[in-house]
């Protein structure tokens, strides 16, 4: 059973607006929610980490949030560019160290049109 | 200068070929994973590292087999491959005891046919 799923699926928006990705999990323990940037043919790239309850961390035009009550994540990318366009990963460790193990969304394609 | 390097990047096979993915990274991390990405799916980890032979298995390592040397190299070996072993492989590394950076190669894409 898919433990950490994201919503929507598929998202298309024109540059410059905002757009908010969703990631529920099931995970336990969840000790940290990391989120990737996938281009297409290309190897995950990590954007942000969010450790504790209600984490928000910020990296440049990406912002995160974390509730581990709710299991759930966003993941905020203002002023879309074309450069945006890429599958974005959730991914939830269930513990502190590479002993645990990661467990991996589908992913979200964004696509940024002009 | 960071990075994860895999070898080689694109591979056709024919079903019962032996196939070899290698994996080096430059940052000195102990751990380092091979996982495969199919469509649809998230991730699937494969086998993890900790260091020089000290390997463990994931959540699907039948059909695979790895081999960690050096610290630096990371491989993972298919005996005898199959269709359904068509696939991308990523290799990863990180530090043993860190929730901090976790570095992706560009992914090895394998098709058996």
């Known amino acids: 059973k898919t433990q950490v799923e994201q919503s929507p699926q598929s998202l298309v928006v024109r540059q410059g607006e905002n757009c908010v990705l969703q990631c529920n999990y099931s995970v336990t323990p969840d000790n940290h929610l990391r989120w990737f940037k996938q281009d297409t043919g290309k190897g995950l790239v990590s954007l942000t980490v969010?450790?504790?309850?209600?984490d928000k961390t910020s990296n440049g035009r990406y912002s995160a949030t974390l509730d581990k009550d709710a299991k759930h994540s966003t993941l905020h990318i203002t002023a879309t560019l074309l450069d945006d366009t890429a599958t974005y990963i959730c991914?939830?460790?269930?513990?502190?160290?590479?002993?645990?193990?990661?467990?991996f969304g589908a992913g979200t394609q964004l696509i940024v049109i002009p | 200068d960071m990075k994860v390097t895999q070898m080689p990047r694109y591979l056709i096979k024919r079903m019962g070929e032996n196939v070899l993915l290698e994996c080096g990274q430059d940052?000195?991390?102990?751990?380092m994973y091979w996982y495969r990405q199919d469509p649809g799916l998230g991730l699937q980890l494969i086998y993890i590292s900790y260091d020089v032979d000290s390997n463990s298995e994931g959540d699907i390592p039948k059909g695979y087999r790895v081999s960690r040397k050096k610290r630096e190299h990371f491989s993972l070996i298919l005996d005898s491959a199959k269709t359904n072993q068509t696939s991308v492989y990523f290799c990863?590394?990180?530090?043993?005891?860190?929730?901090?950076?976790?570095?992706f190669g560009e992914g090895s894409k394998l098709t058996v046919l």
């Open positions: 990863a590394s990180s530090f043993l005891g860190n929730t901090g950076q976790l570095y």
């Open positions: 991914v939830v460790g269930d513990r502190g160290s590479a002993l645990g193990r990661l467990h």
């Open positions: 940052m000195s991390h102990e751990t």
């Open positions: 969010l450790v504790h309850e209600n």
